[in-house]
């Protein structure tokens, strides 16, 4: 029986789908926002970051605005006027 191996996106490609920088997107790996992992050898000066597909729509709906509804206005009511004299 095979086993579903999730896909792993870059950084740009992240970027890439939400239409933002490159910079960005690292910049919320950094900051713990986006939960990706460095694949880089610890001697490594360099990273390379992987972004799982389950972990970018985790980010995506933790970011995701709830939409709400403003109530709506009151209907006209005519009022007796009362003329005092």
Same mark, same amino acid.
């Given at each position: 029986? %095979?086993?579903?191996? #999730?896909?792993?996106?870059?950084?740009?490609?992240?970027? $890439?789908? &939400?239409? /933002?920088?490159?910079?960005?997107?690292?910049?919320?790996?950094?900051?713990?926002?986006?939960?990706?992992?460095?694949? %880089?050898?610890?001697? #490594?000066?360099?990273?390379?970051?992987?972004?799982?597909? $389950?972990? &970018?729509? /985790?980010?995506?709906?933790?970011?995701?605005?709830?939409?709400?509804?403003?109530?709506?206005?009151?209907?006209?009511?005519?009022?007796?006027?009362?003329?005092?004299?």
């Amino acid at each position: 029986m %095979a086993t579903q191996v #999730s896909e792993f996106l870059t950084p740009p490609q992240v970027a $890439e789908r &939400l239409r /933002v920088s490159r910079e960005k997107v690292i910049g919320w790996i950094l900051a713990g926002e986006l939960k990706g992992c460095n694949l %880089a050898a610890k001697s #490594s000066s360099r990273p390379r970051y992987r972004v799982s597909e $389950e972990d &970018l729509t /985790v980010f995506l709906d933790s970011r995701s605005a709830a939409v709400s509804v403003k109530p709506g206005r009151r209907p006209f009511q005519k009022t007796k006027r009362r003329f005092y004299q």
